[in-house]
C-alpha cells in the first residue's frame, strides 16, 4: 500500500487490514462522540484524532483520524478537507513519499497554517464590542459576547490538546520518526504553543470587555438610583404637606383664608426649587 492513505469512515469499514484504526476515529462507534485532540502511542502504531474548532461551509465539525506506522500513515476524513491539503502538498513539492514524519509534520502544519489570521478576526470582533460599550450600545451585547468567549475558549482548548499531540509525536519512543523529524515537531510545538498564548490574551481581553460591560451597566443603575433618590427627596416635602392637610382638623387658618390654597402652592413650588438649588449645590448631578 502506499505510504498515505486518506478514507472516507465508509472505505474504511471496507479495508479489514486497517481495522486496528477503528477505535480510535471519530465516526466509529467506540469514539462518535471524541470532541478532543488525541495521540495515543500502541505497540505497533500512533493513533488518535483532530478535532478543529472549525466547520465547513455547511456546518459539519472538522474532525479527522490517523494512524502512523513507521512506513505508513492513514488519515480518515469525511469532510473533503484534508484532500485539499494533500493536494497542496504535492503541488508545492513538500512532500515526495518518503516520510511519513515529514507528511503529517505538514499536514499538521497546514491546519494550523491561517490560525493567526482567525485570531486577528475574533480580536477585531472584540475590539468592535469594546467600541460599541463606549459609544453606550448595549443592546444585544449579552449575546455576542458569549458567543465570542466561547469561541475563544474553544480555540484555546484545542491548541493545549494539539500541544500535548506535538509533544506526544515529538517524545515518541517508538523510534518512527527521525532525529529531524523530531525537531520539525519541536518546532511546531512551539508554535503551537505561541498561538495558545496569542488565544489566552484572547480570553483575557475578553474578560476585560465583559468587566466594562458590567461596569457600564452598573453606571446606569446608578444613575437611575440616583434619579429615583433625587426624587423622593424633592417630593418627601410635599407628601408632608399633602398629609397634613389631609387630617380632618377645623380651625386651621389656612382652610379659612382666600389666599390659603394659592399660598399652599407657592410653598410646595418654592419646596421643589430649594431642593433643586441644594442638589445642584453639592453636585448630586
Not at 90 to 97: A, F, S, V
Not at 111 to 138: M, N, P, T, V
Not at 214 to 233: F, G, H, P, W, Y
Amino acid at each position: 500500500m502506499p505510504a498515505a492513505v486518506l478514507l472516507t469512515s465508509e472505505e474504511l469499514s471496507q479495508q479489514p487490514k486497517l481495522s486496528g484504526l477503528a477505535d480510535v476515529l471519530h465516526h466509529t462507534p467506540a469514539a462518535r462522540d471524541a470532541r478532543v485532540c488525541k495521540a495515543e502511542v500502541r505497540s505497533n502504531c500512533l493513533s488518535g484524532t483532530l478535532v478543529l474548532p472549525r466547520t465547513t461551509k455547511t456546518g459539519v465539525r472538522l474532525a479527522y483520524g490517523y494512524l502512523l506506522t513507521s512506513k505508513r500513515v492513514v488519515l480518515v476524513d469525511d469532510t473533503g478537507a484534508l484532500q485539499s491539503h494533500i493536494k497542496h502538498l504535492i503541488k508545492e513539492k513538500l512532500w515526495t513519499g518518503d516520510s511519513v514524519g515529514r507528511f503529517f509534520y505538514n499536514i499538521l502544519e497546514l491546519l494550523i497554517a491561517k490560525d493567526l489570521h482567525h485570531l486577528e478576526g475574533i480580536e477585531d470582533q472584540a475590539e468592535k464590542l469594546e467600541d460599541r460599550i463606549l459609544s453606550g450600545q448595549l443592546d444585544g451585547f449579552s449575546a455576542d459576547m458569549t458567543c465570542l468567549r466561547k469561541e475563544t475558549m474553544a480555540w484555546f482548548r484545542y491548541y493545549s490538546q494539539l500541544d500535548d499531540v506535538t509533544c506526544e509525536l515529538r517524545g515518541s519512543e517508538n523510534g518512527y520518526f527521525s532525529e529531524d523529524e523530531q525537531r520539525l515537531f519541536h518546532m511546531l510545538e512551539e508554535r503551537i504553543v505561541r498561538l495558545r498564548q496569542e488565544s489566552q490574551l484572547l480570553r483575557e481581553y475578553c474578560t476585560q470587555i465583559q468587566s466594562m460591560f458590567q461596569s457600564e451597566i452598573d453606571i446606569r443603575q446608578n444613575r437611575i438610583m440616583k434619579i429615583l433618590t433625587l426624587v423622593t427627596t424633592i417630593f418627601l416635602p410635599l407628601s408632608l404637606l399633602v398629609g397634613w392637610y389631609g387630617m380632618n382638623f377645623t380651625g386651621m387658618p389656612e382652610l379659612s383664608w382666600k389666599y390659603g390654597y394659592p399660598a399652599v402652592i407657592v410653598v410646595s413650588l418654592s419646596i421643589v426649587l430649594i431642593s433643586l438649588w441644594i442638589c445642584k449645590k453639592k453636585k448630586f448631578w
